[in-house]
């Protein structure tokens, strides 16, 4: 496993901090969703903070990347793989539009 700043060493404001309160959020409503659906409810800290690392993580790379790719073509795929897991992953995932701005 890689760490990165684990929650230990955590600063308030700065970016591992965040995403550790972030995921412990996503943890709280997938903990509520996992025990209405009759899954254990324990692992749903597991999921968000996987979820939410993921994310994180494309997004760095995203905007590090020198050639970068349509943010709607990324999203697509990370939310392919966020539904559907690698063994039911489509081949092309289908595009993630963004909203109208109102």
């Known amino acids: 496993m890689l760490l990165r700043d684990g929650p230990l060493e955590k600063h ?3 970016m591992p901090a965040l ?24 692992a749903a ?11 994180a993580f494309v997004g760095q790379w995203w905007t590090d990347a020198k ?4 943010a709607e073509m990324v999203a697509s795929h990370i939310a392919a793989l966020a539904w559907m897991g690698l063994r039911h992953l489509p081949k092309h995932p289908t595009k993630v539009q963004r909203k109208a701005s109102s």
């Not at 209405?36 to 409810?41: I, V």
């Open 12 to 14: 308030a404001g700065q």
């Open 67 to 70: 050639k970068k790719k349509p």
């Open 45 to 55: 800290p597991i999921y968000a903070h996987a979820l939410v690392g993921m994310v």
């Open 19 to 42: 995403l550790h309160d972030l995921a412990d959020r996503v943890g709280g409503i997938f903990m509520d969703q996992f025990k209405k659906a009759g899954y254990d409810a324990r």
